[in-house]
Nanobody, 117 residues
Framework: QVQFVESGGGLVQPGGTLRLSCATS????????MAWYRQAPGKQRELVAQ???????NYPDSVKGRFTISRDNAKNIAYLQMNDLKPEDTAVYYC???????????WGQGTQVTVSS
């Protein structure tokens, strides 16, 4: 069973930055589009970034220009660089597969991001 381990979250002030990491030991990592999702209290989980195996990226308008997703296929790690954070970015962030297959694997624990002054 594929497992993802997310890390790097924390409490940050508005305008601050965080870098999230998602690690997996599975060799399926290099095959799939990887994605970051987030879920705020009382809201549905939403996609915030995805990156294909070859490095093409995609973002919703809400984070475009502020978030950058990347991946290291040699280490089976995906990253999410988050700049100019806003209070509305507060959520638990998860990684999973993305693209046409969607979130196919079991969800990990996620990592909490809180943006507050």
């Amino acid at each position: 069973q594929v497992q993802f381990v997310e890390s790097g979250g924390g409490l940050v002030q508005p305008g601050g930055t965080l870098r999230l990491s998602c690690a997996t030991s599975s060799n399926i990592f290099v095959v799939y589009t990887m994605a970051w999702y987030r879920q705020a209290p009382g809201k549905q989980r939403e996609l915030v970034a995805q990156v294909t195996p070859k490095g093409a990226t995609n973002y919703p308008d809400s984070v475009k220009g502020r978030f950058t997703i990347s991946r290291d296929n040699a280490k089976n790690i995906a990253y999410l660089q988050m700049n100019d954070l806003k209070p509305e970015d507060t959520a638990v962030y998860y990684c999973n597969t993305g693209g046409s297959v969607g979130a196919r694997m079991v969800w990990g624990q996620g990592t909490q991001v809180t943006v507050s002054s």
